[in-house]
């Protein structure tokens, strides 16, 4: 096997910060392939928890929707969504939590809202959903997305989501981590340059005093990560 | 509680400017009983759905609302929703208002409306700019001097819910995802449940939610009435519909011409799934 996405580059990193035993709020895509990956491979214990009710869904293939019939089946307990949020979520049971947005700043602050102006925007975004409760509930909050000038931007149209919680954006491109708050860039993956990471930031990006380099997926990494995908 | 067609519980129980909940998170969605709110032709409603999905992009888009209170307006695993879109972005087919919360809020609001206190408490809506754009206010514990999120109940004229099965009585039973189901018809004035089947009497099912028959004004038969979502133990969810549904809804002139043939010339929701085949 050889050769691999930046997208599965981007799975299999997620999936690595995964401890055995975290609980984690996971919403679909990313963030869903990314924590069954873990669970298939270094992580089978880790709980995963989709906003629909499932608590510990162990689904055999990556669901489309927060609640596929397959999540129930699979999970430790079925519970209802004012319980999840009110019980779970705020009741401190779960640690980690796993978003996407379509803007991030460089505090981590997220807009999943709209883009433009709220009453009159360019672009109608679905929304905050979970995630704004999802940040202050977890102890440590993940963000996945590609990276560009359009999505890491210097001011965001809208905070649907404070980032005070994020402890790593995992891009296409790298990983940041914050260093006093700020989102710095700690490593790059294999074949790109600093330098493309700084130019694909919408503010000027810190660059941590030695960014290593990610370590490219490992062979099992990958095949896990492929049959969950095909399945 | 009376079995009546959906037909006539709709053109009974819901009336034009009223506030309707359609709930069912991404399981057991009320799909047939959207259609027939867009078949009669309803009007300024109010809609209340933690995630309008489908079924509101195709309310919305049929002209039947007025505001939409909500926390989350895509289409689950594709994208957009392109009829809610056109209709905050251009105010097309009409302008439509917004009240939009985040999922924990929702829940509250509807929990609060089923204990019928004026509003619900959460850690939530903090440093964001929800806030200031949307019918939320901080109240202070009076133990501990914490500061507290306090958004106003939902409290909805009619709640319409999809049920897996209902007894001769009209006793309702839901299993599998139970979703914010029961606080939405504890929180409204009048309840319409749909169901998959009727069944001589419900068997108890692990998680099961049971919704006495006298909480419910009427329990109407739609088998299939959840499409294209699911209903557990009867039919899957239909996600080839879902990415379908894309570029169905993405041109108004395809949309229009989608809902008139599936769901404005059909009677019912068996008409309606066999005009998918046919």
Known sequence: MSGWTPDEMMAVEAARRLKNGDVCFVGIGLPSLAANLARHTHAPDCVLVYESGTIGAKPDRLPLSIGDGDLAETADTVVSVPEMFAYWLQGGRINVGFLGAAQIDRWGNLNSTVIGKYDTPSTRLPGGGGAPEIAIGVESLFVTL????????????????????????????????????????????????????????????????????????????LSTLRALQAR | MERVPLDVAISELVRDGDTVALEGFTHLIPHAAGHELIRQARRDLTLIRMTPDIVYDQLIGMGCARKLVFSWGGNPGVGSLHRFRDAVEHAHPAPLELEEHSHAGMAAAYAAGAAKLPFGVLRGY?????????????????????????????????????????????????????????????????????????????????????????????VCLAPGGAHPSYAHSYYDRDNAFYIAWDSISRDRDRFREWMHRHVCKTANVTEYHASLVG
């Open chain 2, 126 to 218: 903090q440093g964001g700019h929800l806030a200031s754009h949307t019918r939320v206010a901080t109240v202070k514990c009076p133990f501990t001097g914490e500061e507290l999120a306090a958004v106003p109940a939902h409290q909805p004229d009619v709640a319409i819910v999809h049920a897996q099965q209902a007894d001769r009585n009209g006793n309702v039973q839901i299993w599998g995802i139970t979703g914010v189901q029961k606080e939405a018809v504890l929180a409204s004035k009048r309840a319409i449940v749909t169901v998959e089947e009727i069944v001589d009497s419900l068997t108890p099912r692990p998680g099961g939610v049971v919704l006495p028959a006298w909480l419910i004004d009427a």
């Open chain 1, 146 to 221: 590609r990276q560009s000038p359009r999505t890491f931007v210097d001011a965001l149209d809208f905070t649907t989501t404070v980032g005070r919680s994020v402890s790593v954006v995992i891009t296409d491109l790298g990983i940041l981590e914050p260093v006093g708050g700020e989102l710095t860039l700690v490593a790059v993956h294999p074949g790109v340059k600093p330098r493309a990471v700084v130019e694909a930031t919408g503010w000027q990006l810190r660059l941590a005093p030695n960014v290593r380099e990610t370590a490219p997926p490992r062979h099992e990494e």
